[in-house]
């Protein structure tokens, strides 16, 4: 069946540091790949995508890059800040071809990410 | 454009007790599904229906009905709620490969 592997959290930062949280994924075809944030007390939205090998997804200073080769699509961002603070899920997604089933997100754990002044 | 509205946001049952968790969508999308979090176990599928009048299982669907009568709205019921459904749930439509979620609602059960 299709997984999604991400780092354990929680991840604690100071601002302006590096970040990278890992995710590697196993699926059956070729997925989609997304990243999810979910704000303190708010639902999960969408981040950024790829949805083919060596795609790069991009959006408020963080990026991913569909690695094939490794199955990985890594969360990066070169300065982070107290309001980055949130939690992160990588997630995949096969596809669309007939069948319900192709329409199903699956998600890692969440990594939760702390940002200190 | 409200997008996904999922009430209430917080909830406590007693055991044994019966509930409707509501979701409605402004979208028009065909794809919906619920979802429950739990800490260190990210986000599960409980159930999902593909548009109005279909619907099946995801990973987790036991002590939780569904029913799609209309594209807007897809509730989930729990018919005696038990401490293990204890979570946060969340309603999500998908248009293609992306999701959109509601803010979710706390569930608490005693």
């Known amino acids: 069946g299709n997984s999604v592997t991400q780092m354990e959290g929680p991840v604690t930062l100071s601002e302006e540091a590096f970040l990278t949280i890992n995710c590697t994924y196993t699926?059956?075809?070729?997925?989609?790949l997304f990243w999810y944030v979910q704000y303190p007390g708010e639902g999960l939205q969408l981040l950024l995508k790829a949805t083919k090998a060596d795609d790069k997804g991009s959006n408020k200073g963080f990026e991913a890059t569909y690695r094939k080769e490794t199955t990985s699509f890594h969360l990066e961002k070169g300065s982070v800040q107290v309001s980055d603070s949130a939690v992160y899920f990588c997630a995949l997604s096969l596809r669309a071809y007939s069948g319900a089933g192709s329409y199903q997100l699956t998600f890692g754990k969440g990594t939760k990410l702390s940002v200190i002044p | 454009n409200a997008g996904v509205t999922q009430t209430p946001k917080f909830q406590v049952l007693k055991t044994g007790q019966s509930m409707t968790l509501q979701c409605a969508q402004d979208?028009?999308?065909?794809?919906m599904s619920w979802y429950r979090q739990d800490p260190g176990m990210g986000l599960r599928l409980i159930h999902y229906?593909?548009?109005?009048?279909?619907?099946d299982q995801g990973e987790v669907p036991n002590g939780y009905n569904v029913s799609r009568s209309t594209t807007e709205d897809f509730p989930l019921r729990l018919l005696s709620a038990a401490p293990s459904q204890t979570s946060v749930y969340f309603c999500a439509t998908q248009k293609n490969t992306e999701a959109f979620f509601g803010q979710g609602t706390r569930l608490t059960v005693v």
């Open positions: 979208m028009n999308h065909e794809y």
């Open positions: 229906s593909v548009g109005a009048g279909i619907t």
């Open positions: 699926a059956t075809g070729y997925p989609s």
